[in-house]
């Protein structure tokens, strides 16, 4: 399983809290996916630019996705403009491949031949590799999933990366990159909806206003 798909199944398991924003999380699950590929040899890091390594085949048709669209030519992309190009209705792409996988379904009602908008996770090996990783607190899942609204459980510890959970201290410092990317893309996508909202409530002010003449 891949970090992407562990976090989408963790958003969608959460029983307390409503459905994590979807463009919150297509930014999240490409951080994910950037770290995965990072971990497989396929990119690397010179400072926040993403530089990609040798063509490589993950056995994950998404992930494989993500791998193919590196910018393979100079200049590079920084991670903040992976993040916003690859996470383009990303979180739509996961759903959609979990429910063709049978990870999701959105039952019918039993009076109305429908079915309901929000899809269920079914009981599955994907499902259970995902909720014993989110049990455990580990802390590259628990920071990304903070980043869409999802706060770690109290029964679970977040310590921080420590240097034994990478191949060595540059992937460390990577994988901090990567995240402190997500966290400040996502606050920037929050600016630009108030920002939004201000100019929208302005603009239905205007003509709510009653008119004066001169």
Excluded: C
């Amino acid at each position: 399983m891949t970090t992407s798909r562990d976090l989408l199944i963790v958003t969608m398991d959460d029983a307390e809290g409503g459905p994590a924003d979807p463009d919150d999380l297509s930014l999240a699950l490409a951080g994910a996916e950037l770290l995965d590929l990072i971990d497989a040899g396929a990119v690397a890091l010179d400072g926040d630019v993403v530089v990609p390594g040798p063509p490589t085949t993950t056995g994950d048709s998404l992930l494989d996705q993500a791998a193919s669209s590196l910018v393979r030519q100079e200049p590079y992309e920084t991670v903040g403009k992976w993040l916003f190009r690859r996470g383009d209705r990303l979180s739509s792409a996961y759903l959609a491949a979990l429910e063709t996988e049978g990870g999701a379904t959105r039952p019918r009602h039993r009076w109305v031949p429908v079915r309901a908008d929000r899809p269920v996770l079914a009981d599955s090996p994907a499902r259970s590799h995902a909720a014993e990783r989110w049990a455990s607190g580990e802390p590259v899942l628990a920071v990304l999933a903070a980043a869409v609204g999802i706060p770690a459980r109290p029964t679970g510890s977040v310590e921080p990366l420590a240097d034994d959970e990478a191949s060595d201290a540059g992937d460390t410092d990577a994988r901090e990159t990567v995240l402190a990317a997500v966290n400040h893309a996502v606050t920037q996508l929050e600016a630009v909806r108030q920002r939004r909202s201000v100019e929208d409530a302005a603009f239905d002010n205007i003509w709510a206003s009653p008119l004066t003449s001169p």
